[in-house]
């Protein structure tokens, strides 16, 4: 028996339901996705990456970008991030997120691609 449910229309070949995990990770997705600030009501939702595409990583940007993407996984009390890591690529950020989902203690790895646009 699932103990959380919800919607997604991410991927429509399948049923729309999707439980537990898997809803955990696209709750975790949408909020990534999610600029900080462009939330109505909720300046705080979101997150800095978006905002520093275009810098350059230093130490500071990569620690300042781990400590958001952290926070925001320990927001959500399904998930704990087991380890964060970074790595620039030619047009973006991809961020590499070793999850576990508290109820079941199942693990997975996101890798959350960040692109700049052009």
């Not at 959380?4 to 991927?11: A, D, L, M, R």
């Not at 439980?19 to 939702?45: C, R, S, T, V």
């Not at 990456?49 to 130490?59: A, N, S």
């Not at 959500?76 to 087991?82: F, I, K, Q, T």
Request: negative net charge; glycine residues 4%.
């Amino acid at each position: 028996m699932a103990l959380y449910n919800g919607f997604s229309t991410v991927n429509r070949s399948k049923k729309f339901v999707i439980h537990d995990f898997e809803l955990a990770k696209q709750d975790l997705m949408n909020h990534l996705f999610i600029k900080k600030g462009e939330k109505i009501m909720d300046p705080n939702f979101g997150t800095i990456i978006w905002g520093v595409l275009f810098d350059q990583l230093t130490d500071e940007l990569r620690d300042a970008i781990s400590k958001d993407v952290t926070k925001i996984v320990n927001s959500d009390p399904r998930l704990v991030a087991n380890n964060i890591t970074l790595t620039e690529y030619q047009h973006g950020i991809q961020v590499k997120i070793e999850l576990t989902f508290v109820e079941t203690d199942q693990k997975d790895v996101l890798y959350v691609n960040f692109a700049q646009s052009k």
